[in-house]
């Protein structure tokens, strides 16, 4: 037969796991919580999607004056960035309605590493059916020529030029601005009531906890995603060997300030801006310090993005701002690594099965 | 929700339904057995955790590192945790005593996959490990009577062999092949998402005999075949993982029967999206018939009929991956990575929380076994 050994203490009592780490502070409540997620979703959430709802619209507007003053170029680019302004600062937020119906790949169809953008927009133009430019076409059309990044291409070269690429044009920012009213109505309609109502646990949220863990998710994770897709991507293995169309939004020259939206809306996400926040309440959990670096390193990583002085297209191939980038990058690993630990400090489990499975 | 209809549910079941619940089954039996998985806890130590009907801890054996599937011998009061790839362990503990009955450990140049289970017999421990110098994979019996040394190696006929299971017969294995070469030194990177090919196959546990193997279509080479489970008629369920890009829209689950072709299948649409490409574990319910499927990225748990391959409906679970078959029919547990545990009832729909011991504050880990 087969050895038999036994270890030694295999029945350790489970309460005695946690007890590591000197003083122990209680994980926040589900009511220090509810408080958090409110005001944040009030604050924070809801105002965004409005801004973004505002700007889209405003941009279906000067593309359809685009149609009869071709002169107008400069006020549908402008009326562009604002939109992509207001969707780079809400595009952390990944739950809720801009789930549904594929909005957030609709919005932005991005990395396109087929290219699939560019060739069906051409088809599309080249194509000139009027059964393309309705409203109707565009609920089943590609994702890849319903958002943002179509519309980039057709303002910001001169496919838009012929009547029917303004036409184009105009038929697709007026699909970006339908979808994003339609969310920002659906958050104040749906997704705040099961906000509110997530102390009942009886809908939508167990626990007020666990409508935390969603906003949780949307200030740590971009942060990794953000430097994997928009800065390493482009940056690729040196100066030299830099892959600048890579860059988000490299045809409109944004992709820095992108970047620099997207660590503001994180920063805001995380300090907070009424009587609570994620900083404070890791603060009174004992983490001064990690609340502390936390907050530098957002406000650090703001300033050496502004110190670029050119597009991120060019600034991948200069040695000097290639080592910059880099060093933006390391930082925003390390300001990745201790937003994870201030989670651990509030027991929110971001996912164990849904990032790490196997 | 998108649930099914409730009394169209209850007729496809039928008469089945009419036992007691579980819990005036086992009576006062609240230290009774429920359920055993590998944890972590908060401080990222890892455990394999035995849970009573009552919610309390029973076993708590510490573990090296991570684990993945837990298997339970089928005579002997034991368990098996399994390392999770590229681990190096199998402990089999006596969940009773707590005694480690045998750390299993692999030949050097190998790893385990996360996945091993008992024979039908309960002689032989039969693993899915990874030969790392050719990267192939290989199946391997211990028998547990010899100190659970080597008997058998066979191929795994594939890269990246994860889950296993022994069909009704007792002697033939049916083995995913996940398709995606890993290397030790690289950590847990996917080495070759363009040429990967993953497979289901069918091999004779005692020669090693290849006896009928299938693929996914060619344009669907980036569908991992992952975990499965196989119920008394021999047909098999399987949770899919997709590695292309993250904007396809591809079928997440397939079912096969031997002799046949693959067949893949859809959730309904909006469903299959939230899904999001990836399904964590794949088990049939008492009577064989119902299966269930977790994808804890999109937060759900979808339930088929084995006959057709209908889709029945989904159960909104946070990270919830874990599933085990309850002894009632159309019943599942469901355990999540917040370490949650849930009851649901297909008929009725009804998800009930099981109260855990308040101390228990661990990730449950992809799968979980009912003991």
Redesign the interface.
Known sequence: ???????LP??????T??L??GVAHAAPSNAQWQAINVQLTRDHILPRYQTLARNSTELAAATDMLCQQPEQLAAAQTAFHNTMDAWQGIQHVQFGPV????RN?SMQ?WPD??NLTSKQLNELLSQEAAANLTPEYFRGAS?AVKGLPALERLLFSDKYQTPYGCQLTAAIASNVATMSREIAEEWESQQLPRIDAAPDGEDYY?DST?AA?ELMKALVEPVEVVRDLKLLRPLHKGANKAKPRRAESWRSERSLRNIQLNLAALAELYRGNGSTSVKELLTAEGEAALAYQIDTHFQQLDNQLSSIDKTLYLAVKDPADHATLKQVSDQMKILHRQLEEAM?KL?I?L????RD?? | MTGINRRQFSLLLGGVLISPTLLAQTGGAGRAPLFASAA????G?HHLQMVAQDGS?L????LPQRA?HVDLHPTQPWLAAVA??PGRYIDV?DYN??????RVEPDAGRHFY?HAIFSANGRYLISCENNVADGQGRITVRD?????SKVADHPSYGVGP?ELALMADAKTLVVANGGILTHPDRGRDKLNLDSMRPSLAYIDLHSGELLEQVEPPAELHQLSI?HLDVNADSKVVIALQYQG?K?DDVPLVAMHQRGQALQLLRAPD?VN??MKQ?C?SARFDASGRYAAISS??G?LVTFWDSRDGQYLGQCKT?????LAATTLPGEFLIS????RLYRFDMASQNRQ?IKL?A???V????HMTLV
């Open positions: 037969m087969f050895s038999r050994y036994s270890l295999v029945l350790i009592p489970v309460a796991l946690f590591a780490g789930e549904f119906l594929m790949f169809f590493k087929k994702i167990e666990e863990t651990q027991n489990q996912g164990f099965n849904s499975g196997d | 972590t806890d908060r401080n130590l801890v076993l708590d054996h510490p993945h999770r790839r503990v005593s707590g005694a480690l009955i045998q996360g547990i009577e010899q100190e659970f994860h992952r890009a904007y909006n999206r939230a990836y964590g804890p990225r937060d946070r990270d919830g991956c874990g999540t990575g917040s370490g929380r011991d101390n228990l504050s990730a449950w880990d992809n």
